[in-house]
């Protein structure tokens, strides 16, 4: 009957140590997931309408072939506005939750930018109108996913050198 007990007590100081850290810097994840999604915004904008205007190739594909370029631009920036922020959430929750934030977030934003670059090739569109769409989509989301990662790695500094010395010390019993 002991043996429970004391397992219940590791794990709470564990908790406790682990809760006791710093906190994470959230500030420049933030900064970088507002500016990241002006930027997202702004290129989708301009590409659409470049690739609409110039080379008459109808994207972003779920927009339809009625859509005006100005309306089709418009939301596809929206969209990659709201992905960008949505990320950006993604990566708080993960640092407040997760033991490894960084890798967790590189694994679950590269299924998901994965998800979206498929996604365009699914419906009864013109082929060229299909690549371009997941081309866009993938690149756009690998940079996004990229540069959140590595501004929260860099924040971090001592983050994961410390988190392996805690779970190292908890395996041995050193509290």
């Known amino acids: 009957m002991e ?9 709470v100081a564990l908790h406790e140590e682990i809760s006791a850290g710093s906190d994470p810097a959230l500030r420049p994840l933030w900064w970088t997931g507002l500016a990241c999604s002006m930027l997202a ?3 989708a904008f301009v590409v659409v309408l470049g690739v609409r205007g110039l080379l008459e190739v109808r994207i ?3 927009a ?6 100005a309306a089709a631009a418009t939301s596809y920036a929206l969209c990659a506005m709201a992905g960008t922020i949505q990320a950006t959430a993604l990566m708080h929750l993960l640092l407040a939750t997760a033991a490894r934030p960084v890798r967790a977030f590189g ?3 590269g299924a998901g930018v994965l998800v979206v670059a498929a996604l365009p090739l699914l419906p009864q569109a013109p082929p060229d109108a299909a ?3 997941a081309g866009l989509n993938l690149a756009g989301g690998a940079a996004v996913v ?4 590595a501004v929260v790695a860099a924040s971090m500094g001592d983050g994961p050198r410390l988190a392996r010395a ?3 010390r908890y395996r041995h019993g050193e509290f």
């Open 60 to 62: 972003p594909v779920f």
């Open 146 to 149: 990229a540069l959140l990662a």
């Open 166 to 168: 805690r779970r190292r």
């Open 64 to 69: 339809g072939p009625h859509t005006g370029t």
């Open 3 to 11: 043996a429970p007990a004391k397992r219940y007590q590791d794990f």
């Open 41 to 43: 915004a702004g290129l």
């Open 107 to 109: 694994w679950i934003g």
């Open 131 to 133: 690549l371009v769409t």
